[in-house]
Structures are given as structure tokens and as C-alpha cells.
């Protein structure tokens, strides 16, 4: 029974909190601005990070946390010849030695880019960039095969013309049928496609001077095929790039100083490569993100301690404006605490209106700076509740001393203002 009375009363508090609030909108619109903008602006920023996040750690995941990139280094005219003079660049023999000498390497894959002028079908065209890469390059790149069949080791010891098409690839060669089974001519030699790659979430990008995600408008033959049967530069590095994946109780760091030290005597000395360790990304990462969400939470703090303040202020207002309301409902035996809960539950109901308001002026505020500036964004449901969480202790911490100093009025004093 005493449960449902003091549900009661509750309710009826938050009917009049709203109806104040109704009553004196200017005042309320300009009280609630403080809350709004604070929390409004954290919101967006949150999930401007958040996304930023997010695709960060699946371009990172995409090189394999416990693998070792190693991309070569360009250099033109005078400076690769110097270059050459000492270092024949990277090559499958720099791999080979790896996996022979450093007992922590469990798997290894090598790319090289053909250089294209023509990339057609029957069916259409396409500018999608071509690669030359070992059948482990799928495995070790996270790709997953929709349709047909990855490349094998046959492909590759057999030097056979076939091809994986991405899927962005696959649709402008093969905009009418099924690419699986059907041949693309990549500059002077055909090749037939065995398999479309399924489509992933993360966008082309580039990271550390790895560039992720754009398998969608890639296409993939045998590594040995490209070597063998495509035009390349003279001088020109055999590899583009090399992965290497590690076994699980290694620390990532200290095999890429052991990696480095071998290339380093087989380049003779020339930095014509460069170790990208994604496990070193991920932490610098996840710190960077941390020292984010620190300034993010100083600026959140301002906003807010600048919402309550002016909360503070109007409920001030508001119990020099009603003291003979208050006076008059403590001659009716309205008791202390009855007083102290109706203006704290005005306080509540005007932060936590802010703060509704906030979050969705927020989530159109990073919409809105996502389809401007191309920025990824990821709504945090932990961070929409901890904001309206906040916005109701803000509420609760700044009325509270309103509430007191209302309870605290002397009924007799009180009916005696104006």
C-alpha cells in the first residue's frame, strides 16, 4: 500500500515537474541548451570514434594480428640503381631464408602488382588493380571465397592461367552472368576466373602503408603465372610485399627485430623494405583511442558541470518565485521531505529531458558530419545509456541543494511573500 502511494505521488510529481516546465518554456528551452549541447556534442564525437574505431580493427584483424608485414620499398632512377648495387630488392628468396632460418615462422604469402593497361571481359570492363599472389594469400588475408574456388598450389606450380575476381571486380566483368567459369584478359593474356571473393564490411583504405580493404575491386592470379608471364620493369622488386604469420607464443615485436636483422644482411644494409607489425598497430591503436575517450570525458565533464550549473540556477528561480506556493503546501501538512522530492524531481525531469534531446541531436549531428566529411560512424548503446545516466545525476546532484533550501523554507515566512 505504501509502495503504491509513494509511486503515486511520484507520478504526480513528474505531471507538474512537466507542466512547470510547459508553463515557462523560454526559461526551459534556455536551461536546457547547456545539457543538450554537452551532451549532444559527446554523442557525436563518440560515435565518430566509435567508427573510426571499428574500421581501424578490421583493417588491422584484415593483416592478421600475429602476422609480419613486409612491403618494398620504391625508388626511381639514380636512387634504385645506388639501391641495386647492394640489394636485388625483395624477392621469394628473402621468404625462403625466412622460413628456413626463424623458427617462429608457421605460414608465409607474397603479392606483386601487375602493372595493367587493359582488364576486360566479353561482358564489360574494369580498373580493377591486378595481383600476382601465393594460394596462402587468402588464408592469411582473412578472404573468404563466395563463389567457385581460391587458388592452389597447382595453380601456382602449373603456372595456370585462372583467376579470384572480387566482387566489385566480378560485377563490372560480368555484369550479365556468372563470372565463375567465364575468362577476363588481363593486358595480353586470358585467364579463366575460378572464384569470387565474398564481399566484405571494411572499405579500401590504407594503414601503415598497407592498403586494406580493397579486395572488392581486385583481381588475383598465381604468383608464379605473373612472374613468369607478365611484363615487368627491369630493376623492379620482385615482390611487392610479403606476409608472415608467427606462431602464437611469440612476442610479434621481438620476430619483427629478428626479421629485420636477416633482411638486413640480405639487403646489404639497404633500407629498401619496411616491417609493418599489426600487433604494434593494434596497441598504439587501442592508446591513441584511450587518450580520446579521456579528452573526450574532460569535455563531456565541462559541458555537463555548465548544464547543471544553469539547472541550479533556474531551480534557485523558480523557489523565489513560488515560496508562497511552498508555504501554503506545508500549512496543508505537506512535510519537508514531500517539498525536497518535488523540486528534485524537476530538477531530474529538466536534465533528463536535456539529455534525450542531446542524444538525439547527437546522432543526427554525426550523420550529418558522416555524410559530409566520409567518416565512418558506430552508435554505442553503453554511451547513449552512461549519457542519459549522467545527464539524471547531474539532475539529482544540482537540485539537490535547490530542494533542501525549498524544504528548508519556514512555512509562516513563506506565506507572508508576495
Given at each position: 500500500?505504501?509502495?503504491?502511494?509513494?509511486m503515486t505521488?511520484?507520478?504526480?510529481g513528474?505531471?507538474?515537474a512537466?507542466d512547470e516546465?510547459r508553463h515557462h518554456k523560454?526559461?526551459?528551452?534556455?536551461?536546457?541548451l547547456g545539457?543538450?549541447?554537452?551532451?549532444?556534442?559527446?554523442?557525436?564525437m563518440?560515435?565518430v570514434?566509435?567508427?573510426a574505431e571499428?574500421?581501424?580493427l578490421?583493417?588491422i584483424?584484415?593483416?592478421?594480428?600475429r602476422?609480419l608485414?613486409?612491403n618494398?620499398r620504391v625508388?626511381?632512377?639514380?636512387?634504385?640503381k645506388?639501391v641495386?648495387?647492394?640489394?636485388?630488392g625483395?624477392?621469394l628468396?628473402d621468404?625462403?631464408?625466412?622460413?628456413?632460418?626463424?623458427p617462429?615462422?608457421?605460414d608465409w604469402?607474397?603479392?606483386?602488382?601487375?602493372k595493367t593497361?587493359?582488364l576486360?571481359?566479353?561482358?564489360?570492363?574494369?580498373?580493377?588493380?591486378v595481383?600476382?599472389?601465393t594460394p596462402?594469400y587468402?588464408r592469411?588475408?582473412?578472404?573468404n571465397?563466395a563463389k567457385g574456388?581460391?587458388?592452389t598450389?597447382d595453380?601456382?606450380?602449373h603456372?595456370?592461367?585462372?583467376?579470384?575476381?572480387?566482387?566489385?571486380?566480378?560485377r563490372?566483368l560480368?555484369?550479365r552472368?556468372?563470372a565463375?567459369?567465364g575468362?577476363?584478359?588481363v593486358n595480353?593474356q586470358w585467364?579463366?576466373?575460378v572464384?569470387?571473393l565474398s564481399?566484405?564490411?571494411?572499405?579500401?583504405s590504407?594503414?601503415?602503408?598497407?592498403?586494406?580493404?580493397?579486395e572488392?575491386n581486385?583481381v588475383?592470379?598465381?604468383?608464379?603465372?605473373?612472374?613468369?608471364?607478365?611484363?615487368?620493369?627491369a630493376?623492379?622488386?620482385e615482390?611487392d610485399a610479403?606476409k608472415?604469420a608467427?606462431?602464437?607464443?611469440?612476442?610479434p615485436?621481438?620476430?619483427?627485430?629478428?626479421?629485420g636483422?636477416?633482411?638486413?644482411r640480405r639487403?646489404g644494409?639497404?633500407k629498401d623494405?619496411?616491417?609493418?607489425?599489426?600487433?604494434?598497430?593494434?596497441?598504439?591503436h587501442q592508446?591513441?583511442?584511450?587518450i580520446?575517450?579521456?579528452?573526450?570525458a574532460?569535455?563531456a565533464?565541462?559541458?555537463l558541470?555548465?548544464g547543471?550549473?544553469?539547472?541550479?540556477n533556474?531551480?534557485?528561480?523558480t523557489?523565489?518565485?513560488?515560496?508562497?506556493?511552498?508555504?501554503?503546501?506545508?500549512a496543508?501538512?505537506?512535510?519537508?521531505k514531500?517539498i525536497?522530492?518535488?523540486?528534485?524531481?524537476?530538477s531530474?525531469?529538466?536534465?533528463?529531458t536535456?539529455?534525450?534531446?542531446?542524444?538525439?541531436v547527437?546522432?543526427l549531428?554525426?550523420l550529418?558530419i558522416s555524410a559530409?566529411?566520409?567518416w565512418?560512424?558506430a552508435?554505442s548503446?553503453?554511451?547513449?545509456?552512461?549519457s542519459?545516466?549522467v545527464?539524471m545525476?547531474i539532475?539529482?546532484?544540482f537540485?539537490?541543494?535547490p530542494?533542501?533550501k525549498a524544504?528548508?523554507?519556514?512555512?509562516i515566512?513563506?506565506?507572508q511573500?508576495?
Amino acid at each position: 500500500m505504501r509502495s503504491q502511494q509513494r509511486m503515486t505521488r511520484t507520478l504526480q510529481g513528474i505531471a507538474q515537474a512537466f507542466d512547470e516546465m510547459r508553463h515557462h518554456k523560454l526559461r526551459t528551452s534556455l536551461t536546457l541548451l547547456g545539457m543538450v549541447f554537452g551532451v549532444g556534442a559527446v554523442i557525436a564525437m563518440l560515435s565518430v570514434g566509435e567508427g573510426a574505431e571499428r574500421e581501424a580493427l578490421k583493417m588491422i584483424e584484415s593483416m592478421g594480428v600475429r602476422n609480419l608485414v613486409v612491403n618494398a620499398r620504391v625508388a626511381d632512377g639514380d636512387a634504385l640503381k645506388s639501391v641495386r648495387e647492394h640489394s636485388v630488392g625483395l624477392s621469394l628468396r628473402d621468404v625462403q631464408s625466412a622460413e628456413r632460418t626463424l623458427p617462429f615462422v608457421e605460414d608465409w604469402s607474397a603479392q606483386k602488382q601487375v602493372k595493367t593497361f587493359s582488364l576486360f571481359s566479353r561482358q564489360g570492363r574494369s580498373d580493377a588493380m591486378v595481383y600476382g599472389v601465393t594460394p596462402s594469400y587468402f588464408r592469411l588475408s582473412a578472404f573468404n571465397v563466395a563463389k567457385g574456388r581460391a587458388l592452389t598450389p597447382d595453380d601456382e606450380s602449373h603456372y595456370r592461367q585462372v583467376a579470384v575476381l572480387g566482387g566489385e571486380a566480378a560485377r563490372s566483368l560480368f555484369p550479365r552472368g556468372e563470372a565463375v567459369g567465364g575468362l577476363v584478359k588481363v593486358n595480353h593474356q586470358w585467364f579463366t576466373v575460378v572464384g569470387v571473393l565474398s564481399e566484405g564490411e571494411t572499405g579500401q583504405s590504407k594503414i601503415a602503408g598497407v592498403k586494406l580493404g580493397g579486395e572488392r575491386n581486385q583481381v588475383f592470379i598465381p604468383l608464379a603465372t605473373a612472374l613468369k608471364k607478365m611484363n615487368f620493369k627491369a630493376l623492379e622488386d620482385e615482390l611487392d610485399a610479403i606476409k608472415l604469420a608467427i606462431k602464437e607464443n611469440i612476442n610479434p615485436s621481438l620476430a619483427a627485430k629478428s626479421l629485420g636483422h636477416l633482411l638486413e644482411r640480405r639487403h646489404g644494409g639497404e633500407k629498401d623494405y619496411e616491417i609493418v607489425v599489426p600487433a604494434d598497430l593494434l596497441a598504439q591503436h587501442q592508446k591513441t583511442q584511450k587518450i580520446f575517450n579521456i579528452v573526450m570525458a574532460c569535455v563531456a565533464g565541462i559541458s555537463l558541470l555548465v548544464g547543471g550549473i544553469g539547472i541550479m540556477n533556474i531551480m534557485l528561480a523558480t523557489i523565489m518565485e513560488r515560496t508562497a506556493e511552498i508555504g501554503l503546501l506545508r500549512a496543508l501538512g505537506a512535510r519537508r521531505k514531500d517539498i525536497a522530492r518535488q523540486f528534485l524531481i524537476e530538477s531530474i525531469a529538466i536534465s533528463a529531458t536535456g539529455g534525450v534531446i542531446g542524444i538525439v541531436v547527437g546522432l543526427l549531428l554525426a550523420l550529418v558530419i558522416s555524410a559530409a566529411a566520409g567518416w565512418p560512424v558506430a552508435w554505442s548503446g553503453f554511451a547513449i545509456i552512461l549519457s542519459l545516466a549522467v545527464c539524471m545525476t547531474i539532475g539529482i546532484g544540482f537540485g539537490l541543494y535547490p530542494a533542501q533550501k525549498a524544504a528548508r523554507l519556514d512555512p509562516i515566512v513563506a506565506l507572508q511573500r508576495d
